[in-house]
């Protein structure tokens, strides 16, 4: 069966940095391009960062120069460093496929940025 588990989120204050992970199972993972997704309360799901199996990434403006997305298909790993956050950073992050259809989501981790 597919999983996604997200961690790595926590409280940190303006300015500070992040690190999430994702493993995924139950996929072909070095098969498909992946994205970190991100939610808040009363607000669609976003776009934050995406990454094709070979590891050209792209970012949505508001991150661009602050967010690093990686991966690692050898342990069907990904990664998402947060630097320099910000208040507007804040929300549960989730990661999946980046395309039009999806796995089944995880739980996400829940990312808070206080100013």
């Known amino acids: 069966q597919v999983q996604l588990v997200e961690s790595g989120g926590g409280l940190v204050q303006a300015g500070g940095s992040l690190r999430l992970s994702c493993a995924a199972s139950g996929i072909i993972f070095s098969l498909s391009a992946m994205a970190w997704y991100r939610q808040t309360p009363g607000k669609q799901r976003e776009l934050v960062a995406d990454i094709t199996r070979s590891g050209s990434a792209d970012y949505e403006a508001s991150v661009k120069g602050r967010f690093t997305i990686s991966r690692d298909n050898t342990k069907n790993m990904m990664y998402l460093q947060m630097n320099s956050l910000k208040p507007e950073d804040t929300a549960v992050y989730y990661c999946?496929?980046?395309?039009?259809?999806?796995?089944?989501w995880g739980q996400g981790t829940q990312v808070t940025v206080s100013s």
């Open positions: 999946n496929r980046f395309g039009n259809t999806w796995f089944p």
